[in-house]
């Protein structure tokens, strides 16, 4: 049945509903379209009803046509309705396999993901991460997954790697097409892929891996090699690639065979040991593997029983060396054999705290034989004797394990030995144990009036500042901000964040008890500060307002204020002023930052800044580098004043 009469009277009907039925009779296309619609009157009933309509609603006088045209137009709208059809031409074929699934999601619940993963241009990273915390579903979609893959050929690196690491954590459905147009010889979308295979796959597609790997270059060669570790059969493939590989790939291949447990790998490392330790500890370095863990306790020990065995020893470079990388490399590995070592580096005491000699444009020098402890920095006490040093390492080991055979070990440790041993106990201590526990603890050891082991003060401020360090309250708990830092990170196309180690509990009350007591670590403090109900907050607040306004604060002003508004702090009167004097100076430019940060009204503001004026005008006061605009100064005080 032809219907295009229906549609030719729908669309005149609708015509004259928007032009006006005082011209209907005169529209000769309605009559033309009415005439058309008389066969299939003739043939159906409803068509029929809608005949008779027509006819009366042309035959009616003007003022009664406005009522029959809706009701004839809405006839004609629910017969249109009801001959329509939806479809497409062609054959119906099932979804490809690995394209991902269907789910029950219009186009528009998708369409500013799909935006986001296959256009150009800022504001898409911020839309596919906020998806994926909030519909992770989305992305098995087979009209998703496969914008993901393709977009880890992003132009935007970091949207890329973003990508790649929602892949990694979305399952196997992605692996297909993760194989699909692979160019083993392509940059690093490609290593991209294989990266996210492995994370996947892990083993399982291990041949797929070998296949590709002798039309494989950098830096997919890089990632194929790295994903051979999975499978404890590749052990002679990568000793093989050990010897004939170069620079990063070359770096690759051992990391991969230093996270191996064979008999090969093991062979391997001992006869390279021989002649580079060095470069099999760094292979080593935040291995778990029971091969590359006992083998770094073994050497760390038989370097420690040389020391042992002669004590006033001469100290070079090359030792020097090694022992850093010894420590670097036991770091965050367990079981008996590194509770062994780090006892035999406690019994060595001060034998190690000396200087080494090395060679330096021709000439012989001598340097103290310290090792970095909080990172390349120049923080006095980041660099350490090997009798510092050690303690140091222990307590990050118990901070990126929590293993328990380390907490044990720490205790026993400060029992024997006190002095810096006691900070990785009081950090174990505070990750495994609850608040109260953790306090009573660290007053059992911090306090003064116990002096165990006869501590002196020094001593309790250096172990307070180490267990305290990184510390902070962030996203409503305490963590600390350190990272292992793991060497394959370096070759891998892109890398998950590492999670930083928290407390599962808040600080006891003590800890800041403690730091009051020592004095002098204002930073501390401030990184610890949360919202507490508790008198020691009082204490806290009036220690930080006397340092603020006593002592050289330069650049720390913005965080006494913040944290003297946490714990609760009310005397702001003359707070600007005191500060100022403090520092000797002030600067024009910092002034309105300065005192728009203090939690008070306008005209207290424009109070404390007409005294630093007149201080300056007194020249009692400097203003940093002689700027001092009087007339600007002045007009900033008004418009406090007026608030």
Known sequence: MNLQPLYDVKE??????????????????????????????????????????????????????????????ALVDAVAYTQAKTGVEGELKSLPVGGGQYQELSYSQLQPLLTALTGTGGGRMETIQSTWENHPAFFTDFRVLPAVVAGLGDSYGELADQNGKILGRSGPAAVPLLKEGFDPAGKKEMARRVQVMEEIAGASENAWYLEQLPQAKKPVRQALILALRHDPANAQTLIGLCQTEKKECRQAAQLALARMETGESRTYWETLAQKDMGGALEAMRLSSARTATDLTA??????????????????????????????????????????????????????????YTCEENG????????????????????????????????????????????????????????????APDLCASLLTEDSETAGQRAKELLRPKFKLFGRKDADTRGILQDVMWGLCWNNGRYEYMVYANDPANNIRAFFEPEEHPILTQELDPVWFELLLEMGGMDTQIMNLIRPMDHQVMDKVGKYLYTRATRGKNAGGYIQYVRTLIQCGWKDWDGFFVRYAQAQGEVSYFSVRTMLDALPVSGKEKAAQLREVAGLIKAKKLRAQRGTWPDAMIQDMIGKWENE
């Not at 209907?24 to 029929?48: C, I």
């Not at 038989?302 to 020391?307: D, G, L, N, S």
């Not at 020098?365 to 004797?385: E, I, N």
């Not at 090997?386 to 205790?411: E, H, K, V, W």
């Open 12 to 73: 005149r009907l609708e015509y004259a509903a928007i032009a006006g039925v005082s011209l209907l009779g005169e529209d000769f296309r309605l009559q033309r379209a009415a005439e058309a619609l008389k066969p299939l009157a003739a043939a159906s009933p409803v068509f029929g009803k809608i005949d008779g309509g027509l006819t009366k609603l042309l035959a009616a006088p003007p003022d009664q046509r406005a009522g029959l045209l809706l009701d004839v137009l």
């Open 298 to 355: 073994e050497w760390f020990l038989q370097t420690v029983e040389r020391v042992k065995k002669n004590p006033n020893m001469p100290l070079n470079d090359e030792l020097f060396g090694l022992l850093g990388q010894l420590r670097t490399a036991i770091e965050c590995k367990t079981g008996p054999k590194v509770c062994e070592a780090f006892r035999a580096a406690a019994g060595l005491g001060a034998a190690l705290d000396r200087d």
């Open 363 to 422: 000439k012989t020098k001598t340097r103290p034989m310290r090792f970095y402890c909080r990172g390349a920095t120049t923080d006095p006490d980041s660099q350490r004797y090997f009798s510092a040093a050690m303690p140091f390492t222990l307590m990050r080991s118990i901070q990126l394990t929590r293993d328990s055979s380390l907490c044990t070990l720490a205790g026993e440790l400060a029992r024997v030995y006190g002095g810096r041993w006691i």
